[in-house]
């Protein structure tokens, strides 16, 4: 009698095998009138993608067995649509991400949770890039488009490659095209937020609004300002035009406050301000946002 398993069929139960291993650190997310996956980061700590979760309301999340707890927010960054949630009540091992990133061509399993259950999408990796800006100006280690249909209620899984390596957490990017954030990404921010309950980005204290200084080039001029912010402090004024930063022509507004992130908080800039149409120098030392 001939062996009845085929190479398919082999093919077939390994990543079936894939999804049990996986479906036990991935749950549901369910808030006000959304319901998403998430899945376990570290200890009592569910990782889900933010822009699912609800602004007001309860947060609960259900577990493969089917037990639903609840949960409280520790932060989120709309950024990276990355929010980070606490369980108490739950011992569920986390997961651990891999140090390399996907392969464009690679075939990727989507996992996330519905009705204490496996939601599952299986497709390749369509590309790979290089470090990117979200459009909400998050900073995000890769770009990673997956070639599969992501269902809404999976946005906040665990893309999962062929080899078992959990690359980062399913979303849906824009025009809705399936991305992955990567674990790098999820590790940094969450740690951000379960330190601060928030991501910290860099200050200045001002109001820019962008104009031509009549060269050619482009520059940022103050409209409001901080008594007490930095701005202030590095003798700067309402009026003034901002021509350069860190050496540069400033050459984007959008481009130079971007460049705020939690690293910038603490660091110098020297900056060229034209004031009353004479070059002034000055050093400004970037501040922490005030918490909204």
Known sequence: MSDPTTPLADFSGALADLVAATAPSVVEVASHRSLASGFVWRDKLIVTADETLAEEGTIEIELSDGSVHPATLVGRDPTTD?????VESITTAPVSFA???????SLVLAVGAANSVPLVAFGPVAA???RWRSMRGGDISARIDLGLRLRSRGQGGLAVGANGDVIGM???GPRGRPLVIPGETIDRVATLLLEHGRIPRGYLGIGLREVSTGDGEVGGMIMAI??????RTAGLHQGDVITTWAGRPVGSVVRMLRSLGPASIGTSVALTVRRGGVAVEASIVIGDRPAA
């Open 82 to 86: 990355i929010a980070l949630l606490r």
């Open 99 to 105: 140090k390399t990133t996907a392969r464009p061509g």
């Open 128 to 130: 790979v890039e290089g």
């Open 170 to 172: 399913t979303v849906q």
């Open 226 to 231: 901080d008594e007490q912010g930095p701005a």
